[in-house]
């Protein structure tokens, strides 16, 4: 293909010509190549992901992980998709969350991947490459955020507010139209935690109105997000390559070229296999100033014949591909 582009592009008589056959003829080697890996899997050169379909996920009798302190966001979750007897536990950070569910000690791990205020927990995706963990489900919480403080506290009172970064943020016009001071900490829990520790009626935390009765704090306002159908989007991590027979939704990542029209020529694998791409991403890669990891969700299942063709394609032309779920 670079001889071919570069023997047209020399029969050019200007630079502006030589631009338009390069991209005229790459367009037209990168439909072949689409076609090429379609005719593959027709004659049984299907993609090998290493994923194992299951019928369900087993619920019953598993250890479920997640980052917090009970009343946490993240411990709703849980309770949320394995219901309210499941036997969960938390840790301290995402990754040690990870790092339980990669080494055995709990079978899955819920922890928060986009929010639809703030947007995307973008630590959570760098941690996805990191580990030899993979998305198995998700579960979707309304996030009411609620501002707590000690009892007899009234609004009035609070000078500074102690919350998870993502709700902080979450809150800003309510925190900026009260001159409020925010310091960030773990999660939200962990800040009720702090002002029933620290004792003092001119500091606040923000968490569910749940943390709140928890820890023996008063609700000094509901509902103080910036938008009122905020909404946390979780992920069920497993140590396993499984998906469920009916998953519908697809996590991947992969590092490109630096060089121009890559991730054009990449997308292209999605629009000729006619897969429907629902989010992208972008990370910076550690050690490489200025070039990207992108994290992708397209609609699909590793059956499907135009996911597997895209796949492929993916696969064969990118840097350190990784598929994160199929769920």
């Not at 490459?129 to 009172?157: R, S, W």
């Not at 960030?184 to 500091?203: C, F, L």
């Not at 796949?311 to 994160?324: M, V």
Request: net charge negative; with cysteine.
């Amino acid at each position: 293909e670079r001889q071919k582009l570069d023997s047209v592009m020399a029969m050019a008589d200007s630079e502006f010509n030589k631009k338009g056959v390069y991209e005229l003829f790459s367009q037209i080697m990168t439909i072949s190549r689409k076609l090429q890996y379609g005719l593959l899997v027709r004659h049984g050169q299907a993609l090998e992901t290493g994923f194992t379909m299951v019928d369900d996920l087993k619920k019953e009798g598993v250890r479920i992980a997640y980052q917090g302190v009970e009343g946490s966001y993240g411990h709703g979750a849980a309770l949320q998709y394995f219901g309210q007897d499941a036997d969960v536990y938390h840790v301290k950070s995402m990754e040690d969350a990870m790092v339980e569910v990669e080494e055995g000690r709990a079978d899955y791990a819920v922890l928060p991947i986009e929010n639809s205020s703030a947007g995307a927990v973008s630590d959570n995706y760098d941690l996805l490459v990191k580990h030899n963990v993979y998305i198995v489900g998700e579960t979707e919480l309304a996030v009411n955020h609620a501002l707590l403080g000690l009892p007899g506290a009234t609004l009035e009172d609070i000078r500074q507010v102690y919350s998870h970064p993502q709700a902080l943020m979450q809150c800003s016009v309510f925190l900026n139209d009260n001159g409020l001071k925010q310091i960030s900490v773990e999660n939200t829990a962990v800040a009720a935690k702090r002002v029933v520790k620290e004792g003092d009626k001119s500091q606040a935390a923000i968490a569910s109105e749940i943390a709140g009765q928890l820890y023996g704090l008063e609700l000094l306002k509901p509902s103080i997000q910036n938008n009122q159908g905020n909404t946390t989007r979780f992920v069920i991590l497993a140590n396993r390559k499984v998906y469920q027979k009916a998953a519908g939704k697809i996590s991947l990542c992969f590092e490109l070229p630096h060089t121009s029209g890559s991730l054009y020529n990449m997308l292209g694998n999605f629009i000729f296999n006619h897969v429907n791409m629902i989010m992208i991403e972008s990370r910076p890669i550690p050690g490489k100033n200025w070039e990207y990891r992108f994290f992708v969700d397209i609609e699909g299942n590793l059956q499907d014949a135009g996911v597997q063709n895209a796949l492929r394609g993916i696969g064969t032309e990118a840097q350190n591909f990784k598929i994160l779920g199929n769920y």
